[in-house]
C-alpha cells in the first residue's frame, strides 16, 4: 500500500492524496464521495471548513513552510 502523501502549499491549504478518511471532533466520518485527494483549509476563512474553497487567495494568507528534520519524541 502506497503512504498517504499530505503537502503544505505555500500560502494555501494541505493537500492530502491517497487513502484516508477525515473524521470530526465527535468522531463521525465525513463522506468524500470517492475522493482520493482534497484540500484542507490552513487560513481559517473558509466557507466549508475544514475543506478549502479558495478563500486564502482574498484574504491574503502567507505561510511559507519548508521541510525539516523534528526532534525525537
Do not use: W, Y
Not at 491549504?13 to 475522493?35: K, Q, Y
Request: with cysteine; aromatic share 6%.
Amino acid at each position: 500500500m502506497e503512504a498517504t502523501k499530505i503537502t503544505v502549499s505555500k500560502n494555501g491549504p494541505l493537500r492530502i492524496e491517497g487513502d484516508f478518511v477525515i473524521l470530526d471532533a465527535e468522531g463521525a466520518t465525513f463522506d468524500l464521495a470517492g475522493r482520493k485527494a482534497i484540500a484542507l483549509c490552513r487560513c481559517g476563512h473558509s466557507e466549508n471548513k475544514p475543506f478549502c474553497d479558495g478563500s486564502h487567495k482574498r484574504v491574503g494568507f502567507q505561510s511559507e513552510v519548508k521541510a525539516r528534520a523534528l526532534p525525537p519524541a
